[in-house]
């Protein structure tokens, strides 16, 4: 072998190494942005998993306040569907009319002042009609 064979041999190994390293170097840029686009991703992911979960625990204390608090008034009871059917018979001639629904057993004294609900005074000033 003579020198210049090996001198050309080195020139492009040196260039084939140098153009490698170029492209290691750019590979890892772009490696080194992805980490950073992904360090920024996985933080929102953090902090939304943080909202959420917080959310989660407002909405289920929301539930607890809701079932644990009694309902002061009961639902109406279900109108039967023969109020709703024309009349037979003699009351044929008249119109439907909508029955009343009322709240049966529901003490409405619970919503009045004490002084009108005590009855220690009644037979007095209510005496009995015999």
Known sequence: MDKSAILNDAIRVVSELRTEAQKLKDSN???QEKIKELK??????REEKQRLKAEK???EQQIK??????SLVPHPPVIPASAF???QGPAAGQKLMM?????PGF???QFMPP???DTSDDPKSCPPVA
């Open 29 to 31: 840029e772009s490696l």
């Open 40 to 45: 920024a991703e996985k933080n929102e992911l």
């Open 57 to 59: 625990e407002n909405l």
């Open 65 to 70: 306040f809701m079932n644990a608090r009694p």
């Open 85 to 87: 059917t024309a009349p």
């Open 99 to 103: 029955p009343v629904i009322g709240y």
């Open 107 to 109: 003490p409405m004294w």
């Open 115 to 117: 002084s009108d609900v």
